[in-house]
Nanobody
Framework: VQLQACGGGLVQAGGSLGLSCVSPRRTLSNNGAGWFRQAPGQERELVAA????????YYADSVKGRFTVSRDSAKNTVYLHMTSLEPEDTAVYYC?????WGQGTLVTVSS
């Protein structure tokens, strides 16, 4: 199973960006999923998670109130909407579903 993540890019601090993760099969429709990120020199960390019913189950303290995870099961897609972005949010963002990972998409927030 291959997850495809996209939507990264360069944004100024205070801006917004949306990421999406799609699976060619119904993997993302039937299972919980999460978004991770990894900044240079740091460990990969869980940012947000959502269950199969579409209910967010976790937000890292650093993104609470700024990031929103959602899903569209009909489209086999999970989203991460990011607002009030900060330079500290700069990282490669990965979507995850069980043993499967997306390829990562780079988010760069300039100050």
């Amino acid at each position: 199973v291959q997850l495809q993540a996209c939507g990264g890019g360069l944004v100024q601090a205070g801006g917004s960006l949306g990421l999406s993760c799609v699976s060619p099969r119904r993997t993302l429709s039937n299972n919980g999923a999460g978004w991770f990120r990894q900044a240079p020199g740091q460990e990969r960390e869980l940012v947000a998670a959502i269950n199969w019913r579409g209910e967010p189950t976790y937000y890292a303290d650093s993104v609470k109130g700024r990031f929103t995870v959602s899903r569209d099961s009909a489209k086999n897609t999970v989203y991460l909407h990011m607002t009030s972005l900060e330079p500290e949010d700069t990282a490669v963002y990965y979507c995850n579903c069980g043993p499967w990972w997306g390829q990562g998409t780079l988010v760069t927030v300039s100050s």
